[in-house]
């Protein structure tokens, strides 16, 4: 007996799937924030009890699971909803990269270090929006220190490229490990990409690397 192959979804049905998808991860979302808070309510008693030191220590893996469960719930929803830019017509991007590594609000943290030569230290000047450039720029970073091989340290060099049509900039972040041809990058990696390509830039994923292109105005 044979069966009859498998109907392609159109994009209709794909865009309805989508939203459905999105309805159900919002509601999840909130069940998880719920029990969130009722987890943080229940760890606030035990720490009134001596003798609690075991269930202390599993409500704060289940807090640290939910908080974990319900960012990347949101990240998904954040995802699918209308990416608008607010560019600044002459931002710099070791500036904005700078941002993204150093700065505590985008919780990055591992060994990581930037380099630049001399004569690539000019200044990479274009129309960029800072604040989503720089949370692209740190998923980018976090991502590959979670791809970096134990004990190994992650590269981040920024540079202008020579011999262009139009002037480009390069960030890349080396030192990773080779990846399967079936890995592929995280949400929040995935909508660093977004925001890259709104930029008019383009993100390759590749074996040992992240390379990020971006064009620049001068």
């Known amino acids: 007996m044979e069966f009859a ?27 998880l924030n719920g029990l969130k808070l009722y987890a943080t309510y229940l760890r606030k008693r035990l720490d009134r009890d001596e003798n609690a030191t075991t269930e202390r220590e599993t409500v704060e893996k289940l807090v640290a699971g939910l908080d974990h469960a319900a960012k990347e719930m949101a990240a998904l929803v954040r995802y699918a909803q209308p990416l608008n830019l607010r560019r600044q017509p002459e931002a710099e991007l070791r500036a904005i990269a700078h941002s993204a590594v150093h700065d505590p609000t985008y919780r990055v943290s ?5 380099a630049s030569t001399t004569e690539n230290n000019d200044r990479l000047i274009g129309a960029f929006d800072p604040p989503a450039l720089a949370e692209a720029f740190s998923a980018l970073t976090r991502e590959a220190l979670a791809r970096r091989p134990a004990d190994a340290t992650v590269t981040l060099k920024l540079e202008r490229l020579s011999g262009e049509p139009v002037p480009l900039a390069l960030a890349q972040w080396s030192g990773l490990a080779r990846q399967t041809k079936d890995s592929s990058p995280g949400i929040h990696a995935a909508y660093a990409r977004r925001i890259i390509e709104a930029h008019g830039g383009v993100v390759d994923f590749d074996n040992d690397a992240i390379n990020v292109k971006l064009p620049l105005s001068e």
């Open 5 to 31: 192959p498998a109907k392609e979804l159109d994009a209709k049905a794909l865009e309805d799937l989508g939203r459905a998808t999105l309805r159900i991860v919002h509601d999840l979302k909130n069940q």
């Open 110 to 114: 591992g060994p990581l270090i930037t």
